[in-house]
Protein backbone atom coordinates (compact mmCIF):
# COMPACT_ATOMS: atom_id res chain seq x y z
CA UNK A 1 0.00 0.00 0.00
CA UNK A 2 0.98 3.19 -1.15
CA UNK A 3 2.78 5.08 2.43
CA UNK A 4 1.60 7.98 1.94
CA UNK A 5 -1.96 7.01 1.48
CA UNK A 6 -1.78 4.80 5.09
CA UNK A 7 -0.52 8.00 6.77
CA UNK A 8 -3.67 9.95 5.65
CA UNK A 9 -5.70 7.01 6.81
CA UNK A 10 -3.80 6.39 10.20
CA UNK A 11 -4.36 10.32 10.75
CA UNK A 12 -8.07 10.67 9.67
CA UNK A 13 -8.52 7.75 11.68
CA UNK A 14 -6.74 9.56 15.29
CA UNK A 15 -8.49 13.15 14.90
CA UNK A 16 -11.60 10.70 14.11
CA UNK A 17 -14.27 11.51 17.38
CA UNK A 18 -17.49 10.27 16.89
CA UNK A 19 -20.64 12.66 17.70
CA UNK A 20 -22.06 11.27 20.80
CA UNK A 21 -24.94 13.66 20.72
CA UNK A 22 -26.02 13.13 17.49
CA UNK A 23 -25.52 8.80 17.87
CA UNK A 24 -27.79 9.07 20.98
CA UNK A 25 -30.67 11.67 19.49
CA UNK A 26 -30.85 8.95 16.81
CA UNK A 27 -31.03 6.05 18.90
CA UNK A 28 -33.88 8.16 21.03
CA UNK A 29 -35.91 8.56 18.19
CA UNK A 30 -35.36 4.78 16.67
CA UNK A 31 -36.52 3.61 20.02
CA UNK A 32 -39.45 5.89 19.93
CA UNK A 33 -40.63 5.30 16.50
CA UNK A 34 -43.82 2.99 16.78
CA UNK A 35 -43.24 1.08 13.33
CA UNK A 36 -39.94 -0.81 14.89
CA UNK A 37 -41.47 -1.64 18.24
CA UNK A 38 -42.27 -4.68 16.67
CA UNK A 39 -38.56 -5.24 16.08
CA UNK A 40 -37.53 -5.06 19.29
CA UNK A 41 -37.03 -8.48 21.00
CA UNK A 42 -38.99 -8.99 24.21
CA UNK A 43 -36.31 -9.32 26.65
CA UNK A 44 -35.66 -5.16 25.53
CA UNK A 45 -39.32 -3.69 25.42
CA UNK A 46 -39.39 -5.20 29.33
CA UNK A 47 -36.16 -3.25 30.15
CA UNK A 48 -36.41 0.66 30.39
CA UNK A 49 -35.93 2.76 27.75
CA UNK A 50 -32.92 4.73 28.86
CA UNK A 51 -31.34 1.65 29.51
CA UNK A 52 -31.83 0.64 26.21
CA UNK A 53 -30.78 3.59 25.23
CA UNK A 54 -27.22 3.51 26.61
CA UNK A 55 -26.51 -0.27 25.53
CA UNK A 56 -27.44 0.86 21.81
CA UNK A 57 -24.88 3.87 22.04
CA UNK A 58 -22.47 2.04 23.96
CA UNK A 59 -22.49 -0.86 21.15
CA UNK A 60 -22.12 1.86 18.41
CA UNK A 61 -19.67 3.83 20.18
CA UNK A 62 -17.48 0.98 20.51
CA UNK A 63 -18.03 -0.43 16.76
CA UNK A 64 -17.29 2.69 15.05
CA UNK A 65 -14.18 3.31 17.39
CA UNK A 66 -13.11 -0.33 16.40
CA UNK A 67 -13.98 0.04 12.58
CA UNK A 68 -11.73 3.58 12.49
CA UNK A 69 -8.67 1.76 14.20
CA UNK A 70 -9.13 -0.85 11.41
CA UNK A 71 -9.35 1.27 8.69
CA UNK A 72 -6.15 3.05 10.20
CA UNK A 73 -4.53 -0.20 9.86
CA UNK A 74 -5.09 -0.61 6.25
CA UNK A 75 -7.06 -3.71 6.61
CA UNK A 76 -10.74 -4.95 6.78
CA UNK A 77 -11.64 -5.85 10.00
CA UNK A 78 -11.14 -9.60 11.27
CA UNK A 79 -14.48 -11.21 12.03
CA UNK A 80 -14.14 -12.98 15.19
CA UNK A 81 -13.56 -16.79 15.23
CA UNK A 82 -16.59 -18.54 15.54
CA UNK A 83 -16.72 -20.59 18.60
CA UNK A 84 -16.64 -24.20 17.26
CA UNK A 85 -19.43 -26.41 16.96
CA UNK A 86 -20.32 -28.85 20.11
CA UNK A 87 -20.50 -31.68 18.28
CA UNK A 88 -22.08 -34.40 20.31
CA UNK A 89 -20.90 -37.65 19.03
CA UNK A 90 -23.76 -40.52 17.96
CA UNK A 91 -23.54 -43.80 19.93
CA UNK A 92 -21.33 -46.44 18.90
CA UNK A 93 -22.86 -49.15 17.64
CA UNK A 94 -20.74 -52.49 18.10
CA UNK A 95 -20.44 -53.70 14.68
CA UNK A 96 -22.06 -57.22 14.54
CA UNK A 97 -19.91 -59.85 12.66
CA UNK A 98 -21.43 -62.17 11.68
CA UNK A 99 -19.73 -65.86 11.32
CA UNK A 100 -21.26 -68.09 9.37
CA UNK A 101 -21.33 -71.85 10.54
CA UNK A 102 -18.44 -74.13 9.76
CA UNK A 103 -19.64 -76.31 7.11
CA UNK A 104 -19.08 -80.03 8.71
CA UNK A 105 -16.39 -81.38 7.08
CA UNK A 106 -16.66 -84.33 5.75
CA UNK A 107 -16.33 -87.26 7.94
CA UNK A 108 -14.30 -90.20 6.80
CA UNK A 109 -15.26 -93.06 7.72
CA UNK A 110 -12.16 -95.79 7.85
CA UNK A 111 -13.21 -99.11 7.59
CA UNK A 112 -11.17 -102.25 7.53
CA UNK A 113 -10.07 -104.53 4.35
CA UNK A 114 -12.85 -105.41 2.45
CA UNK A 115 -12.80 -109.56 3.34
CA UNK A 116 -11.49 -111.49 1.34
CA UNK A 117 -13.41 -113.62 -0.54
CA UNK A 118 -12.22 -116.98 -1.08
CA UNK A 119 -13.03 -117.82 -4.84
CA UNK A 120 -14.62 -121.19 -5.24
CA UNK A 121 -15.79 -122.85 -8.41
CA UNK A 122 -19.41 -122.46 -8.49
CA UNK A 123 -19.88 -126.63 -9.16
CA UNK A 124 -18.31 -129.29 -7.21
CA UNK A 125 -15.65 -130.85 -8.54
CA UNK A 126 -17.07 -134.98 -9.36
CA UNK A 127 -14.54 -137.54 -8.47
CA UNK A 128 -12.39 -139.25 -10.39
CA UNK A 129 -14.89 -142.46 -10.74
CA UNK A 130 -17.50 -140.27 -12.35
CA UNK A 131 -19.85 -140.02 -15.07
CA UNK A 132 -21.82 -136.34 -14.58
CA UNK A 133 -22.92 -136.37 -18.40
CA UNK A 134 -24.55 -138.56 -20.85
CA UNK A 135 -26.69 -138.03 -23.56
CA UNK A 136 -29.50 -135.60 -22.59
CA UNK A 137 -28.21 -136.01 -18.80
CA UNK A 138 -26.02 -133.94 -16.79
CA UNK A 139 -25.60 -134.44 -13.03
CA UNK A 140 -24.12 -132.53 -9.76
CA UNK A 141 -24.19 -134.56 -6.26
CA UNK A 142 -23.30 -131.87 -3.13
CA UNK A 143 -24.24 -131.84 0.19
CA UNK A 144 -26.79 -129.28 1.47
CA UNK A 145 -25.41 -126.10 2.52
CA UNK A 146 -27.77 -125.93 5.91
CA UNK A 147 -26.43 -129.37 7.04
CA UNK A 148 -25.28 -129.73 11.13
CA UNK A 149 -22.77 -131.95 12.69
CA UNK A 150 -26.49 -133.51 13.21
CA UNK A 151 -28.30 -133.99 10.53
CA UNK A 152 -27.41 -133.27 6.60
CA UNK A 153 -29.35 -133.70 3.40
CA UNK A 154 -27.71 -134.72 0.07
CA UNK A 155 -29.04 -133.28 -3.00
CA UNK A 156 -28.29 -134.06 -6.55
CA UNK A 157 -29.05 -131.82 -9.22
CA UNK A 158 -30.26 -133.46 -12.89
CA UNK A 159 -30.69 -131.92 -15.90
CA UNK A 160 -32.07 -133.32 -18.95
CA UNK A 161 -32.26 -131.34 -22.70
CA UNK A 162 -34.97 -134.20 -23.85
CA UNK A 163 -37.88 -135.51 -21.95
CA UNK A 164 -37.53 -138.86 -20.34
CA UNK A 165 -39.86 -141.85 -20.40
CA UNK A 166 -37.90 -143.43 -17.81
CA UNK A 167 -35.68 -142.42 -14.91
CA UNK A 168 -34.29 -144.37 -11.51
CA UNK A 169 -32.57 -142.60 -9.13
CA UNK A 170 -30.51 -143.83 -6.53
CA UNK A 171 -28.65 -141.58 -3.81
CA UNK A 172 -26.60 -144.20 -1.25
CA UNK A 173 -25.90 -143.05 1.94
CA UNK A 174 -22.54 -144.71 3.78
CA UNK A 175 -23.52 -146.13 6.97
CA UNK A 176 -20.69 -144.09 8.85
CA UNK A 177 -22.70 -144.30 12.64
CA UNK A 178 -25.32 -143.64 13.10
CA UNK A 179 -27.18 -142.72 9.56
CA UNK A 180 -31.04 -142.82 9.77
CA UNK A 181 -33.38 -141.46 7.19
CA UNK A 182 -35.66 -138.38 8.69
CA UNK A 183 -37.18 -137.67 4.96
CA UNK A 184 -36.68 -137.14 1.33
CA UNK A 185 -38.35 -134.80 -1.24
CA UNK A 186 -38.22 -133.82 -5.40
CA UNK A 187 -38.82 -131.33 -7.44
CA UNK A 188 -40.64 -133.08 -9.27
CA UNK A 189 -44.82 -134.54 -8.61
CA UNK A 190 -44.97 -136.98 -5.91
CA UNK A 191 -47.07 -139.01 -7.66
CA UNK A 192 -44.92 -139.28 -10.65
CA UNK A 193 -42.61 -141.46 -8.89
CA UNK A 194 -42.02 -144.49 -6.29
CA UNK A 195 -39.84 -143.82 -3.83
CA UNK A 196 -38.50 -146.54 -1.35
CA UNK A 197 -35.66 -146.08 1.49
CA UNK A 198 -33.72 -148.89 2.69
CA UNK A 199 -30.34 -150.01 4.36
CA UNK A 200 -28.38 -152.14 1.47
CA UNK A 201 -24.74 -153.38 1.83
CA UNK A 202 -23.67 -150.70 4.25
CA UNK A 203 -25.64 -148.06 3.05
CA UNK A 204 -29.07 -146.08 3.07
CA UNK A 205 -30.18 -146.22 0.09
CA UNK A 206 -32.50 -143.44 -1.61
CA UNK A 207 -34.67 -144.63 -4.79
CA UNK A 208 -36.98 -142.67 -7.40
CA UNK A 209 -38.80 -144.68 -9.71
CA UNK A 210 -40.85 -143.20 -12.59
CA UNK A 211 -44.06 -144.64 -12.92
CA UNK A 212 -45.24 -146.12 -16.34
CA UNK A 213 -46.42 -143.53 -18.76
CA UNK A 214 -45.24 -140.86 -17.10
CA UNK A 215 -42.67 -138.20 -18.81
CA UNK A 216 -39.90 -136.25 -16.84
CA UNK A 217 -39.62 -132.78 -18.85
CA UNK A 218 -36.94 -130.83 -20.37
CA UNK A 219 -35.56 -128.96 -17.39
CA UNK A 220 -33.58 -129.19 -14.40
CA UNK A 221 -34.69 -131.30 -11.01
CA UNK A 222 -33.37 -132.12 -7.77
CA UNK A 223 -34.08 -135.42 -5.54
CA UNK A 224 -32.84 -135.03 -1.80
CA UNK A 225 -32.36 -137.18 0.60
CA UNK A 226 -32.00 -136.24 4.55
CA UNK A 227 -30.93 -138.06 7.28
CA UNK A 228 -28.97 -137.95 10.91
CA UNK A 229 -25.96 -139.03 11.83
CA UNK A 230 -23.18 -139.29 14.51
CA UNK A 231 -21.95 -136.28 15.64
CA UNK A 232 -19.63 -134.45 13.60
CA UNK A 233 -18.84 -132.86 9.99
CA UNK A 234 -20.60 -135.06 7.57
CA UNK A 235 -18.06 -137.31 5.41
CA UNK A 236 -19.32 -137.47 1.92
CA UNK A 237 -16.19 -139.47 0.52
CA UNK A 238 -18.50 -142.55 0.63
CA UNK A 239 -21.57 -141.56 -0.41
CA UNK A 240 -22.26 -141.37 -4.24
CA UNK A 241 -25.89 -141.34 -6.88
CA UNK A 242 -26.45 -143.19 -9.76
CA UNK A 243 -29.16 -142.02 -12.55
CA UNK A 244 -30.62 -144.22 -15.34
CA UNK A 245 -32.64 -142.94 -18.27
CA UNK A 246 -34.43 -143.11 -21.30
CA UNK A 247 -35.48 -140.87 -23.72
CA UNK A 248 -36.72 -141.23 -27.70
CA UNK A 249 -35.46 -145.30 -27.91
CA UNK A 250 -32.00 -144.45 -26.53
CA UNK A 251 -30.35 -145.20 -23.17
CA UNK A 252 -28.40 -142.99 -20.87
CA UNK A 253 -27.10 -142.77 -17.59
CA UNK A 254 -24.41 -140.45 -15.00
CA UNK A 255 -23.20 -141.17 -11.79
CA UNK A 256 -21.09 -139.72 -8.96
CA UNK A 257 -20.41 -138.49 -6.16
CA UNK A 258 -20.99 -135.52 -3.40
CA UNK A 259 -19.04 -132.58 -3.00
CA UNK A 260 -18.83 -131.30 0.67
CA UNK A 261 -20.37 -127.96 1.86
CA UNK A 262 -17.73 -125.20 1.10
Known sequence: ??????????????????????????????????????????V???????????????????????????????GAPTPPATAPKHTVPSPTVPSRTVTSAPTPSTRTTTTGPAPTTTSHSTRPTPPADSRIKDGPLWSEG??????????????????????????????RIAQTG?????GNWQTLPSDDFTVTVQESDGALLYRWVLK????V???????????????GVRKVKQDSYHVHAESSGRSAAVWGGFAPTR
Not at 3 to 26: G, M, S, T
Request: proline share 6%; no cysteine; charged share 20%.
Open 1 to 42: MNEEIKRQLQEAAEAHEPNRARILARVERGVADPSLRHRTPS
Open 44 to 74: ARSWPRAAVVAVIAAAILATGGLAAAVAAMG
Open 142 to 171: SLDVHSTIYWAQSNLTLKTTEPLTSLTVEL
Open 178 to 182: DVRST
Open 212 to 215: PGRT
Open 217 to 231: PAAQHVFAGQYNHAT
